[in-house]
């Protein structure tokens, strides 16, 4: 029993009826181009002429449907008083047809909200009515209800408090019941279409990949910036009096760092903030030299091997390899347990193969890196290279290089550009 009262008692029951009543409403600026119709057949019975009408008014409510702007409007009158979760018409192109799909759901959906409105306030207004003025006979109300050949007559006394408490809770019913259709409506004639159901779906997809690529490049960025100024600090400080051209040196990396980093992080931060990108920094395998300059002022000892035509590799392939050379450098520096660090690049006319090879094991020599386990680690920079690795359509391969050796393998589909 309470569970069947449990409407009445809500307060979003009667904002839901207030929007039927407002619905009634909207249409009355209609009616009187709609009597305009009786001039027509002046002479015509009273039940023609207003039948004439009905359907004229009924006609221009559904054609301010097809207004473009009031799907919106609906959409978000509905959202604030039926409390339904209805997305925003998607702003992405339509065809023809789904556009035409929208415009009759529209129209459907004022004429049902019209007829609602006006069918629940009717109702709703004569039982509140009667509520009110039936107790006690107030204002001299009297009712009269007849079943099977007998009339009861009701002009005050208990029987009329009985009654009136009994059409209030009838409003209240029928204003659940108003409500609850037009909850039940809205989903179906304001909700997506399925032409925008995969146009929202098309959005969120691509808003996602969006995030994804910019997550890559924070961390690929950031985490490089942060591992190796984190060295070079550790450097400088411990030459700081023995070799001051080294720390000096040092420092001017980690600024160099720094400054790159920020440019990337301000990139990151403007998409997210929906704010008007400035043009995304655009590191390639041209710089590659300049990254393994900046790891050698770690103390790192690096044994590159490129070959091919490096420049030819251009646009997102050049972009992803660097980020991908980045990553690998910046886990054996994390990881690695010092001793050297092969960096291989070999461009062809196919493909593109990318390897770091690193020592794991502990090194008979002064270390050039720190240790296992003095950097945290967060777990996305192998499942993100992965992931970059499988939108070029490459294959990476990641494991031991021996019983001492821990290595990163990438190979990629090249273009050659004319």
């Known amino acids: 029993m309470l569970k069947g009262i449990r409407p009445l008692l809500r307060g979003s029951t009667y904002s839901g009826m207030l929007f039927a009543y407002c619905g009634a409403l909207a249409s009355l600026p209609l009616l009187p181009f709609a009597l305009l119709a009786t001039l027509v057949r002046p002479s015509a019975p009273y039940g023609v002429q207003a039948l004439l009408v009905l359907l004229v008014w009924t006609a ?15 959409i978000a009158f509905a959202r604030h008083l039926l409390k339904v979760p209805l997305p925003d018409p998607v702003a992405a192109r339509r065809t023809a047809g789904s556009r035409g799909t929208d415009r009759w759901r529209t129209s459907l959906w004022l004429l049902l909200h019209v007829a609602l409105g006006w069918a629940g306030s009717l109702v709703s207004g004569v039982l509140v009515l009667l509520g009110l003025t039936l107790p006690g006979n107030w204002l001299g109300a009297e009712a009269g209800l007849s079943l099977s050949g007998r009339t009861v007559r009701l002009d005050g ?15 209240a019913a029928v204003c659940a019941v108003v409500t609850g259709a037009l909850r039940w409506l809205a989903p179906r004639l304001l909700g997506p279409s399925p032409a925008e159901q995969l146009a929202l779906a098309a959005e969120r997809e691509q808003s996602l990949a969006e995030r994804n690529r910019l997550a890559h490049e924070l961390h690929d960025s950031i985490g490089h910036t942060l591992t190796a100024t984190t060295i070079q600090a550790a450097v400088a400080g411990e030459v700081f009096s023995a070799d001051p051209v080294a720390a000096r040196a040092a420092l001017r990396s980690i600024e160099e760092s720094s400054r790159a980093a920020l440019e990337d992080l301000d990139y990151v931060l403007g998409v997210l903030r929906d704010q008007r990108a400035e043009t995304a920094p655009t590191r390639t395998l041209a710089d590659l030299p300049e990254l393994l300059d900046r790891l050698r002022h770690t103390g790192a000892v690096l044994e590159p091997e490129l070959s091919g035509d490096l420049a030819q590799v251009r646009g997102t392939l050049s972009r992803a390899a660097y980020r991908i050379l980045q990553e690998g450098l910046t886990n054996a520096l994390r990881h690695g347990a010092g001793g050297p660090i092969e960096v291989r690049v070999a461009a062809t006319p196919d493909s593109l193969e990318l390897s770091v090879v690193n020592r794991t094991a502990a090194a008979t020599g002064p270390r050039t890196g720190t240790g296992r386990g003095a950097f945290p680690t967060s777990g996305h920079g192998l499942p993100g290279l992965a992931e970059r690795v499988r939108l070029l359509h490459g294959e ?14 990438v190979r990629l589909p090249v273009r050659v550009s004319a």
């Open 60 to 74: 221009l409510t559904g054609a301010a449907g097809l207004i473009p702007v009031a799907r919106r409007a609906l």
């Open 157 to 171: 006394g208990w029987q009329s408090w009985v009654v009136a408490l009994g059409c209030l809770l009838l409003a």
């Open 396 to 409: 990476i391969e990641t494991g031991p290089r021996g019983p001492q050796h821990w290595g990163l393998a």
